[in-house]
């Protein structure tokens, strides 16, 4: 609670609260976030749960439509799941993946980044020539290859084992950004006082690197972090729709927007029209979040 009060003292604490944009989006976010935590109280149904779909219940529109003859307030999807339902377990698995493929990429971006910006020599050049490497290859690309080797080498893996490979694929490209971000802050701080009179007085170049350089290279990856969590939401989203992302079984906003879309022309548009609306909520919350971030740690816009 103190770490609360203090942080709405702080500039960036202030910021927040002089920004309504900001504090729209980290309420949106909250709520997202909470649902998807807490889906098995909050969920009318659980869509996982095969023994209670009925396929009468497919397809059937939303509450207000036909004069409320249905029972499901969003509609249900083809399997007779309820559409709300499914929405809230599908945040889960996309903010599940999108912050666990982020947070992998912060940890080997950051640290493969820090050592090449404060070795430098051969190091940095090898890093960054692997970082160059990485960045021919479109991120998507990449995602629907791993995706797709990992399914045929494991047809019949358990679910688990296919969002491992979902997260994997999504942070393989995803830290060459964190690395170059790092490493060019990096070479600035190395040469500053602090850095050389830690090393007159014989600490460790190792303790160096994380207790006194990494505090001051955060800034820049706590807002593209924040920025990337949407772009991975929307990476897995797109994986999902094209069939190499999450099982079929797991209702995906992906995926939920992939069966949909095959009865978007026959009328039955709440399929994939809120699954769609859910997903753009998601990532703009987000991004805005990201965005004034960004103008908060900015001494220059202040």
């Given at each position: 609670?103190?770490?609360?009060?203090?942080?709405?003292?702080?500039?960036?604490?202030?910021?927040?609260?002089?920004?309504?944009?900001?504090?729209?989006?980290?309420?949106?976010?909250?709520?997202?976030?909470?649902?998807?935590?807490?889906?098995?109280?909050?969920?009318?149904?659980?869509?996982?749960?095969?023994?209670?779909?009925?396929?009468?219940?497919?397809?059937?529109?939303?509450?207000?439509?036909?004069?409320?003859?249905?029972?499901?307030?969003?509609?249900?999807?083809?399997?007779?799941?309820?559409?709300?339902?499914?929405?809230?377990?599908?945040?889960?698995?996309?903010?599940?993946?999108?912050?666990?493929?982020?947070?992998?990429?912060?940890?080997?971006?950051?640290?493969?980044?820090?050592?090449?910006?404060?070795?430098?020599?051969?190091?940095?050049?090898?890093?960054?020539?692997?970082?160059?490497?990485?960045?021919?290859?479109?991120?998507?690309?990449?995602?629907?290859?791993?995706?797709?080797?990992?399914?045929?080498?494991?047809?019949?893996?358990?679910?688990?084992?296919?969002?491992?490979?979902?997260?994997?694929?999504?942070?393989?490209?995803?830290?060459?950004?964190?690395?170059?971000?790092?490493r060019g802050t990096t070479l600035?701080?190395?040469?500053?006082?602090?850095?050389?009179?830690?090393?007159?007085?014989?600490?460790?170049?190792?303790?160096?690197?994380?207790?006194?350089?990494?505090?001051?290279?955060?800034?820049?990856?706590?807002?593209?972090?924040?920025?990337?969590?949407?772009?991975?939401?929307?990476?897995?989203?797109?994986?999902?729709?094209?069939?190499?992302?999450?099982?079929?079984t797991s209702p995906s906003l992906?995926?939920?927007?992939?069966?949909?879309?095959?009865?978007?022309?026959?009328?039955?548009?709440?399929?994939?029209?809120?699954?769609?609306?859910?997903?753009?909520?998601?990532?703009?919350s987000v991004n805005l979040l990201?965005?004034?971030?960004?103008?908060?740690?900015?001494?220059?816009?202040?």
């Amino acid at each position: 609670m103190n770490f609360f009060k203090r942080w709405l003292d702080s500039d960036v604490g202030y910021s927040f609260r002089q920004s309504p944009t900001a504090m729209l989006a980290a309420g949106i976010a909250f709520i997202c976030l909470f649902c998807s935590v807490f889906a098995g109280w909050v969920a009318p149904t659980n869509p996982f749960d095969l023994a209670t779909l009925e396929l009468s219940d497919a397809r059937l529109p939303p509450a207000w439509m036909e004069g409320g003859s249905s029972k499901f307030l969003l509609g249900t999807d083809d399997q007779g799941r309820d559409i709300l339902s499914a929405l809230i377990y599908g945040s889960r698995i996309s903010l599940v993946v999108g912050l666990a493929s982020v947070i992998l990429s912060v940890l080997v971006g950051v640290g493969l980044g820090l050592l090449a910006g404060f070795k430098g020599g051969w190091i940095d050049a090898l890093l960054m020539r692997l970082c160059d490497v990485m960045l021919s290859f479109p991120a998507i690309l990449v995602a629907l290859l791993i995706a797709g080797v990992g399914r045929a080498l494991f047809p019949n893996a358990h679910e688990s084992l296919a969002f491992g490979v979902l997260i994997l694929s999504i942070s393989l490209t995803g830290w060459v950004q964190y690395a170059r971000t790092v490493r060019g802050t990096t070479l600035v701080e190395r040469n500053k006082e602090y850095v050389q009179a830690a090393r007159v007085t014989g600490v460790a170049p190792l303790r160096i690197m994380f207790k006194h350089v990494l505090p001051n290279v955060m800034g820049p990856v706590m807002v593209l972090a924040t920025i990337q969590v949407a772009t991975a939401i929307i990476t897995e989203a797109t994986l999902s729709f094209l069939g190499v992302g999450a099982p079929p079984t797991s209702p995906s906003l992906g995926t939920l927007i992939r069966i949909g879309n095959d009865y978007l022309f026959s009328g039955e548009w709440w399929i994939t029209i809120f699954p769609g609306l859910m997903l753009v909520v998601i990532a703009l919350s987000v991004n805005l979040l990201g965005d004034w971030l960004r103008d908060a740690l900015n001494p220059r816009l202040r």
